[in-house]
Each structure stands twice: as structure tokens, then as C-alpha cells.
């Protein structure tokens, strides 16, 4: 897609962005990343990313979700649906566009490189700027399914193939490592994960509305058996969707279907900390009530058994339409901060309409003077701008500790035990 295209695309796409996010007003950055350059120095060696780094070990900052982005003009095999790809569907369009937008994934005007090369280019520069050692975990993204184990490509938006992530992973080990994802339909779902691990994935990763999985399904269970034999842990979404429809079956994102992995005996980590929407309270019964879906989690994190299986992650918690009440409740639940794991959500940090440093000001969750400093590097660098903002985060004098941002214990088995025997 050149700029003029993308351009006039994001102009026809404007009345569908409603679908992406939530705001009060004009967003407070625009609505478009600007994608600037490396960070000047004032602002790389400013006191909130000095204070941020505080006694964190960036050999241990592992961020726990990050998504690649394209649109396989490489021989990445990443696909997307071809409504993406149309201004006839103004929402898939706009979606797409958007996100592109975010990764910085727009090729410069006569560049020889394309969308995945470039959102690829970009992500490396945005390392480069983290403290040596930290790294992300990249995540691949099955296709959608049916129960007999059949791909459904109509109703699969985005498709990013296992050997891709892994590769990227494999060349640049210096940054990634890889999180692979294997819908548990497929004829062959052990036979992939076994394949995944022994290729070195760190977790597999699910979106279940979106790919047509109902986690509480018998159909789901020699998957678990085997997630919890290999001690991958499951990286599932919950709560409301927004971001990919694929089979937009919003109810398989209910936290309390995640149980059944949890009996199995599987490391769950609920992505987003099930921080938007409602959900029926199934422990009432399938016609109970809807429920906060963050009330749900919240429910499930004080029940014993599931200590040392149930984790979350912190991605995206900070967008103004998940913010309150749950990054408070997070802040100052210090019980919890032993099982949560930061993570970006990357490129969605670079999504300019669905941040909002002043509703955090508001919420009385940021000081005011750190407000246009964290606005500045977003700019820049969507990934520090993360760490950086959540690290700053105060809620009556507390603040999340450098554990939540120390993950790599928990998906590097090795790390694990060398630090128990320290």
C-alpha cells in the first residue's frame, strides 16, 4: 500500500474507526502515528525513563505479548481477509489501516521494502532502544476453525503462520523470543504443540472469539493434557474483543470458560487481565447474569486452588477504555503482583486514538507533569512509551513492582531455576 492509498484509505475509513475504540473528544495525539525517528537525547535520557529502569534487570524483561503485523508481501505467509483489504466493508478496512498505522508498516514512498519487512524494520529500532537485554515475545495467530477441525478461511481475519514468528525469532535472538499458536481443533493440535516446543516457543497464544474456540469444551482437553506435560503455558484473551472479529463469538472469551484449563492443570495467563466487556456469570449457571468480565477474573485470582496456575497480563490495561477501574484495583492489590506479567500488546501501543495520558491524570493514576513527557516518546517509540508509562503509574502511594516487568522466569524454565538456586 503506498502513501497516497493509505492516505486516502485512512480518510475513508474515518467513520468506522468508532468500531477500534471509545474516546470522549478528539483524541489527544490524532489519529495517526507519526512514526519520528530514534529518541532525542533529551528525551532518552530523561528523569521518567531513568526513574523507570530503576531497579529493574533488563536481562529479565521479557515483554509477554506482542503481535506481528503484515500483510504477506513476503513469503511470511501471513494472510488476511480479503474484507481488508475493500472499502465495501468499511470497518475490516479501517481496522486494517489502522493497525498498519500503529506498527509504522507503511513503506516509504519508492522504498524496495514492503509492509512486513518495514513493520519488522521498525519493531528492531524500537529494541534497539530498551536497556541490552530486554526482549519481546512475538506471537503468531492461528486461523479460525470449526469443531471438526476444518480451517475456515471466511471467517479468519488475520493468520500469522508459527514458522514465521519462530524464524524471526531464531534470527534475531537478540530481541525475540516466539509464542506459537495451535487452535485445539486440529486433527494434529499435539503434534503442533509438540513441534512448537521443540522449536523453542515459550507459550502458545489463543484468541478464542476470534478463532472459533469455546475453552470449556471437551474438544479442548487433549490439547490441555498436553500444554500441561510440556509446561507451555496458555496466553488466552478475555473479556470483550475488538481488534479482531474472525468468528466474533464474544461469549468463548469468558474468563470463567478458562476453568477448565485450569483443572487440567495448565499455566493459564488471561491477556488483558480480562479488562473490558461483561460475561455470564457461569458459576450461576449458563442464564446467569452479565458481570463484569475484570470481576470475573478478579473472582478467580482470590480462589486458592488456582495459585500458581492462574496469572495476567497487564497488556493494554492502560487504554482509556480499560483503564478504570482496573489498573488501580491491579496497582494496589499487591497479592496479586506476584502473578501478573507486563506485557505490550505492541502495535497497539502505536495506536494514537485509544491512549489518553490526561483520562490517566484524571483518574489520578499519573502526575501531571508526566503527562507530555510520556506523550513525547510515544511518539517516538510506542514500546518505551509502554514500560515507561506503566512504571510511572501511582495509586495512593503504590506502584506496580519491578516483578511484573521481570517475566522471564516464567517463561524460561532455565532462568526459573537459576534464580531459585541464587
Not at 110 to 117: L, R, T, Y
Not at 251 to 258: E, H, R
Not at 284 to 303: C, H, I, N, Q, Y
Amino acid at each position: 500500500m503506498n502513501r497516497r492509498r493509505f492516505l486516502r484509505a485512512g480518510g475513508a475509513s474515518l467513520a468506522a474507526l468508532s468500531a477500534l475504540a471509545a474516546w470522549r473528544s478528539w483524541p489527544e495525539q490524532g489519529l495517526w502515528n507519526p512514526c519520528l525517528g530514534p529518541l532525542p537525547p533529551r528525551l532518552a535520557e530523561h528523569e521518567l525513563v531513568k526513574a523507570a529502569w530503576e531497579g529493574i534487570n533488563a536481562e529479565l524483561v521479557w515483554d509477554a505479548h506482542a503481535h506481528m503485523v503484515g500483510t504477506g508481501d513476503s513469503p511470511s505467509g501471513v494472510r488476511t481477509s480479503p474484507k481488508m483489504e475493500s472499502l465495501l466493508h468499511p470497518v475490516d478496512y479501517a481496522r486494517k489501516v489502522f493497525f498498519l498505522n500503529a506498527g509504522c508498516a507503511t513503506p516509504a514512498r519508492g522504498s524496495a521494502k514492503g509492509v512486513d519487512e518495514t513493520f519488522l524494520a521498525r519493531i528492531l529500532a524500537l529494541m534497539e532502544e530498551l536497556r541490552p537485554g530486554a526482549k519481546m515475545l512475538i506471537y503468531a495467530f492461528e486461523r479460525t476453525h470449526d469443531e471438526r477441525g476444518a480451517v475456515l478461511w471466511d471467517s479468519t481475519d488475520v493468520y500469522v503462520p508459527n514458522p514465521y514468528v519462530r524464524d524471526i525469532a531464531k534470527k534475531h535472538g537478540r530481541f525475540f523470543e516466539w509464542v506459537a499458536s495451535v487452535h485445539p481443533y486440529r486433527a494434529d493440535c499435539v503434534a503442533a504443540l509438540e513441534e512448537a516446543k521443540r522449536e523453542g516457543a515459550r507459550a502458545v497464544k489463543w484468541l478464542p472469539s476470534a478463532m472459533g474456540i469455546d475453552p470449556a469444551s471437551p474438544l479442548c482437553d487433549r490439547f490441555y493434557a498436553s500444554l500441561a506435560k510440556l509446561d507451555l503455558p496458555l496466553i488466552s484473551h478475555a473479556g470483550l474483543e475488538r481488534a479482531v472479529h474472525g468468528s466474533d463469538v464474544q461469549s468463548w472469551g469468558n474468563p470463567l470458560k478458562l476453568r477448565r484449563a485450569l483443572d487440567a492443570g495448565v499455566r493459564v495467563v488471561v491477556a488483558h487481565c480480562a479488562s473490558m466487556g461483561e460475561d455470564r456469570d457461569l458459576d450461576k449457571g449458563e442464564a446467569g447474569p452479565a458481570v463484569a468480565s475484570f470481576d470475573l477474573f478478579t473472582r478467580m485470582m482470590g480462589e486458592p486452588r488456582y495459585e500458581g496456575r492462574l496469572f495476567g497480563d497487564i497488556s493494554a490495561v492502560t487504554q482509556t477504555n480499560r483503564a478504570s477501574p482496573a489498573v488501580e484495583r491491579l496497582i494496589r492489590e499487591e497479592s496479586w503482583h506476584p502473578r501478573l506479567l507486563n506485557g505490550s500488546d505492541y502495535p497497539l501501543t502505536g495506536l494514537m486514538p485509544i491512549f489518553s495520558m490526561d483520562y490517566l491524570v484524571s483518574l489520578g493514576l499519573l502526575e501531571p507533569a508526566s503527562a507530555p513527557v510520556l506523550t513525547e516518546i510515544r511518539a517516538h517509540n510506542a514500546l518505551l512509551f509502554d514500560f515507561v508509562a506503566k512504571r510511572t503509574l501511582r495509586s495512593q502511594g503504590r506502584k506496580l513492582p519491578a516483578s511484573v516487568f521481570e517475566t522471564r522466569g516464567f517463561f524460561d524454565p532455565l532462568s526459573r531455576t537459576a534464580q531459585k538456586s541464587r
